[in-house]
Structure formats: C-alpha cells, structure tokens
C-alpha cells in the first residue's frame, strides 16, 4: 500500500472522512457527560433515530430545492424537541441520583427509541439518496474522491470550530464551562444549572441526530445501527478525554485513521486495533489525552 500514493492518499481521506463523522455524534456525548455527568447509552439510539426521521423527511421534501439539507435540519431539531421532554420529565430527577439510575434510564430509552423505530419504519434496510450536487467525485489532482465524504470531513471540522467559540468566547459558554466544573456555586450566584443542562442535554442531541442525518446518505438504515456507533463514541470519548471537545476531536481522528489504515494493513485484527488503542490510552493516561484528571 505504501507504495501506492493514491491508495494511500484515498484511506488517508476515508480515515478523516469517517473520523468527522463520528465527530459530529461523539461531540454530543462528551458535551452531555462533561456537563451532565450523565453516561448517555441513548446517544447511539438517537443517532439512529436521526437516520430514520431525515429518511421521512426527504420523501416529505422531495421535489423541494435543498430538501435533504431541510431534512438534516430537521432531525436536528426533533431530536433536541425529543430532548427537551425526555430531560423536563424524567432525566432532571435523576442528576442527584446514583448512576446506576442513569445508566439503567438511558438503556431504557434505548429499548423505547428501537421498539418505536420498528413499529414506525419496519424492519426493512432503509436508504436516503445523496443530496444534489453531492453525487459525483471530486478531481483533487492525486485522485478522484467522493463529494459527499469530502463534504462530510468539511462538516466535521466546522462543528468542531463552532463548539470551541461558543464555549470559549461566548458568555452562554462560559456559563456551561462553569455549570461542569461547579454547579453549586453558580446556583449560588442565582443561575438557573437546571436551564443550562436542559440546553446542553438538547444540544447534544441534536448533534447526534444531526449526525444521523448526515450520515444516512452514506450509510444503510436499519434496525441495531445504533449499537455500532454507540460504542465508538465511547471509544472516541475514553481516548480524548471524557468532557474535552479537543480530545472528542482527536480520539474520532484517531479511530477514523485506525480503521481506514487497519482495513489496509491487518484486515483481520482491524477491530482490535482500536481496541488495543484505548488499552494504551487507559494505562499510560487513564483520563485521556487530553482529558484531566478528575479532582479528589
């Protein structure tokens, strides 16, 4: 493979083409886990149910010009709405609780969203159709490369640099850096914490049905995709640091780059590679690369 510039150049793409796309879902779940302290086990499923709801929504919108970006847009928006109830009615009750509580909620919202999946869209293998404009291959002079997964990498990183300003240089995100690293005091200073993690919790559930939709072109919709990407937003998360966007951004260039050259190079042990990775990572840095320690 190594000498073949142009295969190497085109896993070079998949890698970073796949790594942005786990970006985009895993940035949802380390914002809820660094924010929330809640291990979310329902991100994968409303990943899925992204999927699902931009497959309805482009057949809604089909005939209308840019009907699969209002779809995107779309899933987005019911996920946070879907967000909105879930933490209004039963997440908030259970922050102070143990987190056996979350974690036994959360897989329970797994079982809800795939029995409502399956009675809504079947069973069958579902498919969205690549956007217009998106359907042809890119000439980047070394080789030609698919639009969509170069628009995907474009995708991955935008989100990374809109997150980074709004928890950096805004005051909403200065509120929510806060909220993470002590909820008490800023109740003290008369902040609604519970308003923060209702947004927050919404946010990261839109990026992960945004995430949904953005990959539903690339991708077979079916039942049991979630528990595939669940996993590797973990991983991702282990890897960066649980809580840092820098590290979500890292690991999911890690496991992208992984998995193309992995393919490459030992197709057999692809899947122990990542695996094998996260091992390392825990033994020489267990709160990850660039995660911190958590305080005594």
Same mark, same amino acid.
């Given at each position: 493979m190594f000498n073949n510039p142009v295969l190497l150049f085109i896993q070079l793409l998949n890698g970073l083409s796949l790594g942005m796309s786990l970006f985009v879902i895993a940035a949802g779940l380390t914002l809820i886990l660094g924010v929330l302290r809640v291990l979310n086990f329902a991100h994968g499923a409303f990943y899925m149910l992204g999927g699902y709801v931009c497959f309805s929504l482009v057949n809604a919108?089909?005939?209308?010009?840019?009907?699969?970006?209002?779809?995107?847009?779309?899933?987005?928006?019911?996920?946070?709405?879907?967000?909105?109830?879930?933490?209004?009615?039963?997440?908030r009750h259970l922050y102070?609780?143990?987190?056996?509580?979350?974690?036994?909620?959360?897989?329970?919202?797994?079982?809800?969203?795939?029995?409502?999946? /399956?009675?809504?869209?079947?069973?069958?293998?579902l498919s969205v159709s690549l956007p217009a404009g998106f359907k042809g291959a890119v000439n980047l002079g070394i080789a030609y490369y698919p639009s969509y997964r170069l628009f995907l990498c474009f995708v991955g990183v935008l989100v990374a640099i809109g997150m980074w300003y709004f928890v950096n /240089?805004? /005051?909403?995100?200065?509120?929510?850096?806060?909220?993470?690293?002590? /909820?008490?005091?800023?109740?003290s200073l008369g902040i609604n914490v519970g308003r923060?993690?209702?947004?927050?919790?919404?946010?990261?559930?839109?990026?992960?049905?945004?995430?949904?939709?953005?990959?539903?072109p690339a991708v077979a919709l079916s039942q049991g995709m979630d528990a595939e990407i669940i996993v590797q937003c973990f991983i991702i998360v282990i890897i960066g640091g649980m809580g840092s966007l820098g590290g979500a951004f890292l690991g999911a260039l890690i496991l992208g780059l992984l998995n193309s050259f992995g393919v490459m190079l030992v197709p057999?042990?692809?899947?122990?590679l990542i695996y094998l990775m996260m091992i390392l990572v825990l033994l020489i840095r267990p709160w990850g690369l660039l995660g911190k320690p958590e305080a005594e």
């Open positions: 919108f089909s005939g209308i010009p840019g009907g699969f970006w209002f779809a995107a847009i779309g899933s987005a928006i019911a996920l946070a709405a879907m967000a909105y109830v879930v933490e209004r009615t039963m997440l102070d609780r143990d987190h056996l509580y979350q974690l036994l909620f959360t897989f329970a919202l797994v079982m809800i969203v795939g029995d409502l999946v /399956r009675v809504t869209w079947g069973t069958q293998v /240089r805004t /005051r909403s995100g200065r509120f929510v850096r806060a909220a993470r690293q002590d /909820r008490e005091m800023l109740e923060i993690y209702m947004l927050v919790f919404m946010a990261g559930s839109a990026l992960a049905g945004l995430g949904g939709a953005l990959a539903a057999s042990f692809e899947i122990v």
